[in-house]
């Protein structure tokens, strides 16, 4: 199976658009075209994760976490991060990385995880993305229907209209439109004398931001307009299936002790540390993979009893002011489990490809 073909499986869930500004998923080293009979999952690929590919025939390794964030000027190996990528070109190994697109997703994303071993229900996006959707207007001829629908099942085709669960959302409206074509026009195209009057269909669909002059090209290829007439607008709507962070409740209301034991033994961790246990019981539970303090404030606003995520520093923790307990289990520990979403995600779409969820823990924190 070609690399792009596993990839794009993984996109179909969270294409690379949703990722934050500052990440870097996506294709780090590799060629697309790279046939792959085996792909090594892990969180951190670190040299010896490719050591471990090289050991067992893997010529794919899929990461949470991007092992190059910013630019690489020199290649020398001075670093741990040069060194990786120097071995994993050596050796004709592909890494991937799906990180904060992976996140982003109510649905089989990051979080999703974390509250399926936590036992969460009700689940939500607990910070929703604003400001990323527009909406592109296109208008075409409505003399010939077939016309019509071919616009519109290549903007359905290439992402346009996805509101939530619900996909091949538009909106026509039937209308005139008018022109006066230009001198050098084509003469087929009407009257140059006289403005024109022609029935038009105007189709509204929904976009991502990053998506729109792509599919806006892509619209083009199959329009009949010698200048296709298109609007791109933006709105301030909040998408619900994408952000940050999620919120659901437990099935029933638990001690809070007994709580953060369970929150201990569910996610495989050796220490919690956490704030003043001000209640007796809790049930509504905010989490949030790897670091999370950005998101305090939504926790408090949507009620939550506990906030779960990691990298706390020692003056975040007054923040909590006694309005909610702030449970630190660890970076590497409430993401420790994207390993088997990777998994979740691959394994009944992958034909004669091999999963392999490394052995190696690559946590860099120790406890004693």
């Known amino acids: ?40 999952l892990c969180l951190d690929c670190l040299e010896s994760i490719v050591d471990e590919a090289i050991e067992k025939g893997c010529k794919l390794i899929i990461a949470h976490h991007p092992i190059v964030f910013s630019g690489l000027k020199k290649l020398n190996g001075k ?23 992976l996140d982003n997703v109510l649905k ?8 399926e071993k936590i036992g969460l229900e009700n689940i939500q996006i607990l910070s929703p993305m604003a400001n990323r959707m527009s909406k592109l207007i296109v208008y075409c001829p409505s003399d010939k229907l077939e016309i019509v629908e071919k616009v519109r099942e290549n903007l359905f085709a290439n992402g346009a209209g996805h509101i939530s669960d619900y996909s091949n959302c538009s909106f026509n409206l039937e209308g005139k439109g008018t022109y006066l074509p230009g001198e050098s026009t084509n003469p087929a195209y009407g009257d140059k004398g006289k403005t024109n009057f022609m029935d038009e269909t105007k189709i509204e669909v929904i976009v991502m931001n990053q998506e729109a002059n792509r599919i806006v090209t892509e619209v083009n290829k199959v329009h009949p307009y010698e200048e296709v007439a298109y609007e791109i607008i933006p709105m301030a709507n909040v998408n619900k299936q994408l ?6 409740d437990l099935k029933e209301g638990m001690e809070t002790e007994k709580f953060l034991s369970h929150l201990k033994s569910s996610m495989k961790t050796e220490c919690i540390r956490h704030t003043n246990i001000h209640k007796e019981k809790v049930i509504k539970i905010a989490v949030c993979g790897g670091s999370g303090s950005f998101l305090l404030d939504a926790a408090k606003g949507n009620k939550a009893d506990v906030f779960v995520t990691g990298d706390y520093k020692y003056h975040q923790f007054f923040d909590a002011e006694d309005k909610i307990i702030i449970a630190d289990i660890g970076h590497y520990e409430s993401e420790q489990f994207t390993i088997e979403l990777f998994e979740d995600i691959l394994k009944d779409k992958v034909s004669g490809v091999e999963l392999i969820k490394t052995i190696v823990n690559t946590n860099p924190v120790n406890y004693c």
Not at 243 to 248: F, H, L, P
């Open 108 to 115: 089989n994303g990051v979080n999703q995880k974390i509250a």
């Open 1 to 40: 199976m070609k690399l792009r073909e596993i990839t794009q499986i993984l996109e179909q869930v969270a294409p690379l658009f949703y990722q934050e500004s500052y990440d870097n998923s996506g294709l780090i080293t590799g060629n697309n075209e790279l046939e792959v009979s085996k792909v090594l």
């Open 79 to 101: 670093n741990y991060i040069e060194r990786v990528i120097i071995k994993a070109i050596k050796n004709d190994i592909a890494i991937y990385a799906c990180h904060t697109n």
């Open 243 to 248: 952000g940050a962070g999620i919120i659901g």
